[in-house]
């Protein structure tokens, strides 16, 4: 098989809020490059969409679990990554975008901008990556792409340039107009497969071309060959827009815009088009860098074959062959059987398989090369770790997991479903950073936190059915944080005789609340502490903030500054300076006014507008802040802060409020300071 140019492979995820049409556009993209030869729905009858191959993903018609798949179109090799829009399951966004490329931002025609926007538009930001949009839906009633085209602009602080027109809307929708080519696109035959490019109808031809000038306006600003051709009055080729496009859109100053209906098989062929000519292949991303495991420098690495292998082991799944790890190649080449340094553990792995991926199918492949993504089978690693080449050991920087929210309490049924449910956890908690397994010896039972309720009953539904485990779950326990609200000092002393050597330390310091979770300062100077015993100090302090004084959760936001003490040249040991801190710290925390935090979700319902008072009381008295809200024709979407707290079984409460008619959506905002009373209560 002949390697495709690194300039004809395109890296690219789609991704939204729930419910945009993700996975039914990810189907088109299948279909239309002739991936699949019959369309599956999300919901109703038939397998399930290809991507959502996971029985449990088919029966609730959502995505779970990001799936990988390659296709082509027009001699490019697209790698797709269909990816959940549920918050719960966040961190497979994450890691996706850590890896991709480019992406596809899906929006609602009706919703526009919803909070599960935002969560991945901050995502795409912090990872840098260009990105188009795709405006779905528009054959629903109450589709306005304009408006979700502004709300782009106001809500994201996005520079979009619309590329197309809708050909009607609503039940009306039948094709777009390409400002850039001026024709008019249809789309006949049974799924939309017979493509058309007409002339533009008459009675839209103003409309048209008065968007053609307001859209060469735009893009002049970031070319001047398209401004001489404005200025000399001459027409501006096509491929003169689609590179000025590209270079804005890989610079990240503008994002392109194209409209459509995924259901209605609308539009799609469009989308693929623009993925080709705007978003970056492996060579157009900006520079990765890796660290030396060795040497702590920096090194850059490019899309280079010849280079040194280097690659990040992104996601991790587990079926009846072994283990299967997903990973995109940064730099140089991977062949079958060759063996690859794991720089987190620093042993070698052995790749026995590499194989191309579509959902759940695998195609073996001999070898794979920078740029590309693919999964080797049976190799031994965690999510995030970096394989290289032995002559390089590099390490890549580590995902951003954020921290679970929620808890469950768990106890297995019998002694086999205790093996089976030890089995499962730790796959799952290999296979998803966000979710974490614990055991509470007291009670006799396993702690699991994760993102969401959602996030644990999924995870729960699938040790039963993947793994037969049985257990009983306790209530949903929310993950508090203590802090302090000002600063205060310690100076504690360890002394103990016992006979023999004795234990002797003394720590003096300070504790001051700050930004980040921990920080640790040592401003010892003339060796009142020597330096062997430093680290002891801080394993000691970092002991002290795993359990707080108030309700023993852990302490957050807390800069410890250790500033003097003592030693004895005999009785001295790292051992009993960590005690003396983990002391001193405590001692510190019970002046430095501690307070409960609890976390905050911004949650965001769509209701019609008869329910919206009721829906407003009920969250006032849930102790909800609102921050906004937004009226449509006949709904209204409330955007409210709500500790996590008191929105246990809202779902019901909702449906029974609404007659089944409002749906909401829920996403972590941050941590808050508890009210005294409420505090209280917290056991």
Known sequence: MTAIPRERIRNIGISAHIDSGKTTLSERILFYTGKIHKIEEVRGGGDGATLDYMELEQQKGITITSAATTCAWNDYQINLIDTPGHVDFTIEVERSLRVLDGGIMVLCGVAGVQSQ????????????????????????????????????KDKLNLSPILLQLPIGLEDEFSGVIDLIEMRACTFEGENGENWTKQPIPDSLQAEAQAARDHLLDRISLYSDAIV??????????????????????????????????????????????????????????????????????????EANPDAP??????????????????????????????????????????????????????????????GDIVAFMGVDCASGDTLCAPERVLSLEAMFVPEPVITLAITPKSQEDSVRMAKALNRFVKEDPTLRASSDPEANEILISGMGELHLE?????????????????????????????????????????????????????????????????????????KQFIPGCEKGFRDAIATGRLRGYPVVNVKVILSGGDFHPIDSSENAFRFAAHQGFEQAFDRANPLMLEPIMLVEVETPSQF??????????????????????DYTVLRVEVPLAEMFGYS??????????????????GYRPMAEKVGAAVR
Not at 468 to 494: C, M, W
Not at 612 to 633: H, K, N, W
């Open 652 to 669: 019901t409460n909702l449906r029974s409020a609404t007659q089944g008619m409002a749906t909401f959506s829920m996403e972590f905002s």
């Open 612 to 633: 919206v008072g009721r829906i407003q009381g009920d969250l006032l008295s849930r102790r909800g802040t609102p921050i906004g809200s937004e009226v449509a024709a």
């Open 117 to 152: 926007s935002f969560t991945v538009d901050r995502q795409m930001k912090r990872y840098g990556v260009p990105r188009i949009a795709f405006i779905n839906k528009l054959d629903r009633a109450g589709a306005d792409p304009f408006r979700v085209v502004q709300s782009l």
């Open 309 to 370: 292998f280097v690659g990040l082991a992104f996601k991790l799944t587990d079926d009846e062959f072994g283990q299967l790890t997903y990973v995109r190649i940064y730099a140089g080449r991977i062949v079958k059987g060759t063996r690859v340094i794991n720089s987190r553990t620093g042993s070698p792995v052995r790749v026995s398989r590499i194989v191309r991926l579509h959902a759940d199918e695998r195609q073996d492949i001999e070898n794979a090369e920078a």
């Open 228 to 301: 001489a051709n404005l200025l000399a009055e001459q027409e501006v080729p096509s491929e003169l827009i689609w590179e000025a496009l590209r270079q804005a859109t890989l610079k990240l100053e503008i994002v392109p815009v194209l409209l459509g209906s995924a259901y209605k098989n609308k539009g799609v062929q469009n989308l693929l088009d623009a993925v080709t000519l705007y978003l970056p292949s492996p060579l157009d991303r900006k520079i990765v860098t890796a660290t030396n495991v060795k040497t702590g420098e920096e090194v850059n690495l």
């Open 458 to 530: 999924i995870y729960l539904e699938r040790m039963r059915r993947e793994y037969n485990a049985e257990v009983y779950v306790g209530k949903p326990a929310v993950a508090y944080r203590e802090t302090i609200a000002r600063s205060a000092s310690f100076d504690y002393t360890l002394k103990k005789q016992t006979g023999g050597s004795g234990q002797y330390a003394r720590v003096v310091g300070s504790i001051e609340p700050c930004e980040e979770g921990f920080s640790f300062e040592n401003r010892v100077v003339g060796g009142a502490i020597p």
